[in-house]
């Protein structure tokens, strides 16, 4: 069973850009979880999607958005990046909304220049 | 406010030995907690999981304990093995309500196990 994917693995942008990243989750797997991971911050909730809706969202700016698609993958966009938006940008994948244990993948490396 | 604490930035146990991770929480509403190891350049890897209503799972080398009247969690590993060496993250999620909301991390001890 292939786990949680995410494109790009790295990414360089310039500070003003947007940039969208992509994760496709865990077959039979409808929920799916974004995170930022900074040095200072740790593991950060960004947003939960669960059958194409925004179920829950945590304490980010709205630069930050996503979607997700009937066949459960998942996209967020970071508009206008900032410095501090370099990041490890994480993607969880759970098999149902409210499920437990979350799996993750490889992450994206945001680097913002 | 970090609602999810590891004190511990680091800890170094001698192979063989235990480990134990500590975690401990602030809001009592938490219901679910899980442990997750990661190295570097990787996502976090699942391990482990307690729900609210237990005080110990285990599984193979790994026990986790929850003490909800402390609000505190913990980690054992044992024995401990070289490929052990990674860091942990303890999080917590309340699915109180119907609805479907995030993790909270803490921010990880640095385990080293020492040959």
């Known amino acids: 069973k292939a786990g949680v994917t995410q494109t790009p693995r790295y990414l360089i942008k310039t500070r003003g850009q947007q940039v969208t990243l992509s994760c496709s989750p865990i077959?039979?797997?409808?929920?799916v979880s974004w995170y930022q991971q900074t040095p200072g911050q740790g593991l950060q909730f960004l947003f939960e999607?669960?059958?194409?809706?925004?179920?829950n969202k945590g304490n980010f700016p709205g630069r930050f958005s996503g979607r997700q698609f009937s066949n459960s993958r998942s996209e967020m966009n970071v508009s206008t990046l900032e410095l501090g938006d370099s990041a490890l940008y994480l993607c969880?994948?759970?098999?149902?909304?409210?499920?437990?244990?979350?799996?993750f993948g490889q992450g994206t490396r945001l680097t913002v220049v | 406010d970090q609602q999810v604490k590891q004190n511990s930035p680091s800890l170094s146990v001698q192979e063989g030995r235990i480990s134990i991770l500590n975690c401990d929480y602030t809001n009592s509403m938490f219901d679910y907690f899980l442990w997750y190891k990661k190295y570097p350049a990787e996502g976090p890897t699942f391990l482990i999981s307690i729900s609210s209503i237990k005080d110990k799972n285990e599984d193979g080398r790994f026990t986790v304990f929850l003490n909800k009247s402390a609000k505190h969690l913990s980690l054992h590993i044992v024995p401990s093995q070289p490929g052990d060496s990674a860091v942990y993250f303890c999080?917590?999620?309340w699915g109180g309500g119907g609805g479907a909301d995030g993790l909270t991390f803490g921010k990880g001890t640095h385990l080293i196990i020492q040959p």
């Open positions: 999607y669960f059958s194409e809706t925004q179920r």
């Open positions: 999080a917590a999620r």
């Open positions: 969880a994948s759970q098999r149902a909304e409210g499920g437990t244990e979350a799996f």
């Open positions: 077959s039979g797997h409808r929920s």
